[in-house]
């Protein structure tokens, strides 16, 4: 028997107040832990997949949609560039590296990337079996796709055209894994790396088809060979300014940079998660209050409790303590009942993700949750301070003489 | 240990002198002085912590928590005087009002003369010195009555405890040598 017991047995016996209380702050919770995981999930998996890429060089369309397509590899691109301009850029003196994306195909979801060495060099890949891609039709893949889709080396696949789905698969070539990737916590875990040529090759085969009836201008496309994007870094931060504006004015392709987009697209989103923020500090503010009702109003039936607690010898402060402590256990429960739900919510939405690319988790824990629950503990207090102060206005005599 | 009745009709003052004595009711003249310790020369707290050891008090109504059974309410008693749980203490006086096996109900499962033995029972875990009862028996029928009377008279006797009742009750006159009347 103690001051906890007395709260305790005092809230278990209130039990539906109690549990609404509780579940108005765990929702409260949940929402703010679901945004806070879920933005620094986003914002950790944005930085780290652009860590190293200064600038993007695509077909000219949204500056955002390039971004995405071919650093995040979310969206579709927005078109191909000629690959002749594109290695003439490639060799432009401001540029350290630059690393060809030839994409289109996709394997179970996973996207199917054409590159190079410069690759594995930009995104300092290693090895965990096997080895990198060489001739045509060799892939290496990343771990993720490995566990997923249990591919191992020497199996054989067939890629499909499209970024998503197996609708249409390309059945004259099959793939075969040279190599898998040690997991990396990047983006490039989820791709499936082969070189150019290959994608060439499926897409040849394709049109092959079609060239059985005369059709001169799209074989003309084809032996203009065409790549989907560029991704550039500089070999000094001097270029920011230049390089960028050169690529965008005097050739037929744009440039676009991954800092500046990405910044664009949190603004975009932003005001959803603005909106939510205060959704859930409104539902705190009513749990707050439904919390200081419940015991406000409680505290005329409970008068008597008190008074005789104070006549069996405890004291104003004493039992000011018990009726904060009592507000303070609710929402202590209830921040932890939230973030416990915030989590398995989080986890839930990530299995149902379709885009294995930007998967979300709730088995991380982020230092911002620990503020959660002080501020669940600080709601406690604050919703229980004016009930507790009636402690002082009590007359235990008059209390305990009247007839209830 | 004396054992004195207080008795007068209702609105003489029973409840107000109770009240005073038990520490409960600032006087606005005179002292009240329980073992040579003057009570109204106390601090607040200190005064809620010597009631709780020294003085066990009886009201009209119960009062138990209804949130806790009846062995948890005596040993907030205890708890609220800064005492030790007595374990054995308390199942002992339970025995002793005959309502040990009343010790893991709630205050909801009992009728109005078992609730005033609880009450009777708590008064009592502390060893208080004195007993104060204020009108104990006014809700009880005539059989729970006397033996609430006759439980605080031999409690308090056993205990080494001086008794004040309060009352209007004639059936608790009999029992009694000592009155005051008010």
Sequence with gaps: MNIFKISYKNL???????????????????ILSILFLASDQISNKLEKNAKDIDLVVGAKGSPLQ?????????????????????????????????????????????????????FVNLYGLSLQNGVFWQKDLEVTIGSTVASTSNLKIGDT?????????????HKQHAYLVKGILKPQGNITDNLILTNIGSVYKMHEEKHGEIDLH????????????????????????????????????????????????SARLFSLIGVGIDTLKWFAILIMGIAALSIFISLYNAMKERKYDLAIMRCLGASKV?????????????????????????HLALEVIGTFQESSQAKLTGLTIIRQEGYLIWIGLLIGAVA????????????????????? | ????????????????????????????????????????????????????????????????????????????????????????????????LGIADLARK?????????????????????????????????????????????????QAKENGAALIIATHDQRVSEHFTKTYLL
């Design chain 1, 66 to 118: 390039l971004i995405l397509s071919s650093i995040y590899h979310i969206d579709y691109p927005t078109g191909n560039i000629p690959a002749k301009d594109a290695y003439r850029l490639a060799h432009h003196p401001m540029v350290r590296r630059a690393v060809p994306l030839a994409l289109g195909d996709n394997f179970n979801g996973f996207r199917i990337v054409g590159t190079d060495s410069a």
């Design chain 1, 12 to 30: 278990a016996r209130n039990k539906l107040t109690t549990i609404l209380n509780i579940v108005l702050v765990a929702f409260g919770v949940a």
């Design chain 1, 157 to 169: 696949f067939f890629g499909a055209h499209g970024l998503t789905g197996n609708g249409d698969i």
């Design chain 1, 214 to 261: 005369p059709n001169l201008p799209d074989k003309k496309e084809i032996n203009d060979k065409q790549i989907t994007a560029l991704l550039i870094q500089y070999k000094s931060p001097m270029s920011v300014v230049l390089f960028p504006r050169m690529v965008n004015q005097s050739t037929n392709m744009q440039a676009a940079s991954p800092a500046m987009e």
């Design chain 2, 106 to 154: 709630y205050p909801d499962q009992l009728s109005q003369g078992q609730l005033q033995r609880v009450s009777v029972a708590r008064a009592l875990v502390n060893r208080p010195d004195l007993l104060v009862a204020d009108e104990p028996t006014s809700s009880l029928d005539d059989e729970n009555a006397a033996q609430v009377i006759q439980m605080l008279t031999s």
């Design chain 2, 1 to 96: 240990m004396e054992q004195w009745l207080l008795l007068g009709a209702s609105g003489s003052g029973k409840s107000t002198l109770l009240n005073i004595i038990s520490g409960l009711l600032k006087p606005t003249e005179g002292q009240i002085l329980i073992n040579n310790t003057e009570l109204y020369e106390l601090s607040a707290k200190r005064m809620d912590r010597f009631r709780g050891k020294h003085i066990g008090i009886v009201f009209q109504r119960p009062h138990l928590i209804r949130s806790l059974d009846v062995l948890d309410n005596l040993e907030l008693a205890a708890v609220m005087a800064g005492l030790k749980i007595d374990h054995e203490r308390n199942l002992a006086v339970l025995n002793d």
């Design chain 1, 318 to 342: 004493k039992l000011f303590f018990l009726v904060l402590f009592e507000g303070i256990l609710i929402t202590f429960i209830g921040a932890c009942f939230g973030l416990l739900a915030g």
């Design chain 1, 384 to 404: 229980s301070l004016i009930p507790a102060m009636q402690i002082y206005k009590v007359d235990i005599a008059e209390t305990l003489t009247k007839d209830r």
